[in-house]
T-cell receptor, first 110, second 115 residues
Framework: QQQVKQSPQSLIVQKGGISIINCAYE??????FPWYQQFPGKGPALLIA?????SEKKEGRFTISFNKSAKQFSLHIMDSQPGDSATYFC?????????FGPGTRLSVLP | DADVTQTPRNRITKTGKRIMLECSQT?????MYWYRQDPGLGLRLIYY???????NKGEISDGYSVSRQAQAKFSLSLESAIPNQTALYFC??????????????FGEGSRLTVL
């Protein structure tokens, strides 16, 4: 019940395309769903997050879509750029308990 | 200067050796964490501490120990390193008072190789 599933494991997108990463969870106690972005040689950093009382949150080119009934959420990167190439982790939390997905390595080709 | 600093950044050691990874932070956060990152497994929690007198086991604490020397310092020890502890280790901090999100702030990682 603590597991967060994430797909795909890796993703290659052309510059200007849309990148989509999907996550699913089981534990309905989770109340905060952040996405972290990690560049090579760096630690993960918070990118965008959503609470389950909204279905979508947009920040610039990054959008989280959240489906509470299906217990699924996804990250959409519009107009993907080579600088977006990184590993993305979804997570689900309650209190200070963070459960991370296995990560998606995104490569955006110029 | 980084807000969360980990030392060493890279370490190669042999099976059976004792290893300590150190973490210090200037963010003033009470909560500190140690995570392990392995390809395809994401970030898994080893230990966490909500204040100097509080230490808690995480998902994968076997073979590890920690010490919270001060609010700003949290060390991870491998008493007798084994090859399957080869991984990238991250220290993180959080402050749940900051907007209620409990965002994690990560260091840049310590890559450990056990031969």
């Amino acid at each position: 019940q603590q597991q967060v599933k994430q797909s795909p494991q890796s993703l290659i997108v052309q510059k200007g395309g849309i990148s989509i990463i999907n996550c699913a969870y089981e534990n309905t106690a989770f109340d905060y769903f952040p996405w972290y972005q990690q560049f090579p040689g760096k630690g993960p950093a918070l990118l965008i997050a959503i609470r389950p009382d909204v279905s979508e949150k947009k920040e610039g080119r990054f959008t989280i879509s959240f489906n509470k009934s299906a217990k699924q959420f996804s990250l959409h990167i519009m107009d993907s750029q080579p600088g977006d190439s990184a590993t993305y982790f979804c997570a689900a939390t309650y209190g200070q308990n963070f459960v991370f997905g296995p990560g998606t390595r995104l490569s955006v080709l110029p | 200067d980084a807000d969360v600093t980990q030392t060493p950044r890279n370490r190669i050691t042999k099976t059976g050796k004792r290893i300590m990874l150190e973490c210090s932070q200037t963010k003033g956060h009470d909560r500190m964490y140690w995570y392990r990152q392995d390809p395809g497994l994401g970030l898994r929690l080893i230990y966490y501490s909500f204040d100097v007198k509080d230490i808690n086991k995480g998902e994968i604490s076997d073979g590890y120990s920690v010490s919270r020397q001060a609010q700003a310092k949290f060390s991870l020890s491998l008493e007798s390193a084994i090859p399957n502890q080869t991984a990238l280790y991250f220290c993180a901090t959080s402050d749940p008072r900051a907007g209620g999100t409990g965002e994690l702030f990560f260091g840049e990682g310590s890559r450990l190789t056990v031969l």
